[in-house]
């Protein structure tokens, strides 16, 4: 998991600042959180299979140590920055 939100936190850093909206689908009755980032080779899909369904739809993301929690809103801290986990019915990736 903190591989993926590594990924999350570089690209909201970069020139462009766009970060990655983070998934979570049910597939194949494994629960997985996935990003979707662009590269030199087009579509890149960075994925984590979790245990459950996250309990809260937001992650606060230390930006400068990159510790992590799950949190259920957005927060005042300057110094994070909160990631919302959009809940998927269906894709049309197929996961491994």
Known sequence: MHDL?????????????????????????????????????????????????PKKKFIELKRLSGEFSFVGKIGSNAMSMYVPILELEQSTFNFP
């Open 5 to 53: 939100l590594t990924v999350i936190l570089y690209s909201s850093q970069s020139l462009l600042s766009i970060a990655p909206l983070l998934h979570n689908i049910n597939h194949k009755n494994r629960e997985i959180l996935f990003i979707q980032t662009v590269g030199m080779g087009g579509n890149i899909i960075h994925y984590n299979i979790t245990k459950e369904t």
